[in-house]
């Protein structure tokens, strides 16, 4: 059982920056491959960025990539979302996901993650 507790949303100004955080606990964080998400308010939830167990592979939507940075620290337990050059379509609700399948390949699909954190609300205004 893994359980995630995202932290560092907030109000940010367009072209701004953040770094989110999510803390993991359990002894097999370091095996999952971990992924953000994000929640805008009647929309669905859209895949932002993964990062495989070890930290040598890393994939991005689209709509973030060169912007946004997916990291891990398996010693704490821990992985980040830095944000840069925010603008206001990136407001949401973002969530990290941990897939437990142990050493399978990144994706995109929520419905393989199977721990969510309850998610940090970032807000960036125009």
């Known amino acids: 059982q893994v359980q995630l507790v995202e932290s560092g949303g907030g109000l940010v100004q367009a072209g701004g920056s953040l770094r989110l955080s999510c803390a993991a606990s359990?002894?097999?964080?370091?095996?999952?491959?971990m992924g953000w998400f994000r929640q805008a308010p009647g929309k669905e939830r859209e895949f932002v960025a993964a990062?495989?167990?070890?930290?040598?592979?890393?994939y991005y939507a689209d709509s973030v990539k060169g912007r946004f940075t997916i990291s891990r620290d398996n010693a704490k337990k821990t992985v980040y979302l830095q944000m840069s050059s925010l603008k206001p379509e990136d407001t949401a609700v973002y969530y990290c996901?941990?897939?437990?399948?142990?050493?399978?390949?990144?994706?995109?699909?929520?419905?393989?993650?199977?721990?969510w954190g309850q998610g940090t609300q970032v807000t960036v205004s125009s």
């Open positions: 359990g002894r097999t964080f370091s095996n999952y491959n």
């Open positions: 996901a941990a897939d437990r399948r142990i050493f399978a390949v990144l994706t995109t699909t929520p419905g393989n993650y199977d721990y």
């Open positions: 990062i495989r167990w070890s930290g040598g592979s890393t």
